[in-house]
């Protein structure tokens, strides 16, 4: 079984940056797509970013958020510039296959809140 725990999380003011991490139980970040996930209040977990050969963004997100992986360290990041606060949600990673999309079970994720 694989365990993902995502952190960096907090409070920040629209405008801000937060960088989050995932660390993996397993060698699978350079064996999967990875995604970062998000979910808002009452609303569905999406997709907002993900990478295998190359990335890709949800249009809320283009040109503000990057995703990255350390193989070595079984570890993907999420680097998030320029935040408003419609990105305040609870974010998670997971696998992001694109037959099977999340494979793992999901971790506690970590909260991003960002104030106006």
């Known amino acids: 079984q694989v365990q993902l725990v995502e952190s960096g999380g907090g409070l920040v003011q629209a405008g801000g940056s937060l960088r989050l991490s995932c660390a993996a139980s397993?060698?699978?970040?350079?064996?999967?797509?990875m995604g970062w996930y998000r979910q808002a209040p009452g609303k569905q977990r999406d997709l907002v970013a993900r990478?295998?050969?190359?990335?890709n963004y949800a249009d809320s997100v283009k040109g503000r958020f990057t995703i990255s992986r350390d193989n070595s360290k079984n570890t993907v990041y999420l680097q998030m510039n320029s935040l408003k606060p419609d990105d305040t949600a609870v974010y998670y990673c997971?696998?992001?296959?694109?037959?099977?999309?999340?494979?793992?079970?999901w971790g506690q994720g970590t909260q991003v809140t960002v104030s106006s």
């Open positions: 997971n696998t992001a296959d694109q037959r099977r999309g999340a494979i793992f079970d």
């Open positions: 990478i295998s050969s190359s990335t």
């Open positions: 397993r060698s699978i970040v350079n064996a999967y797509a």
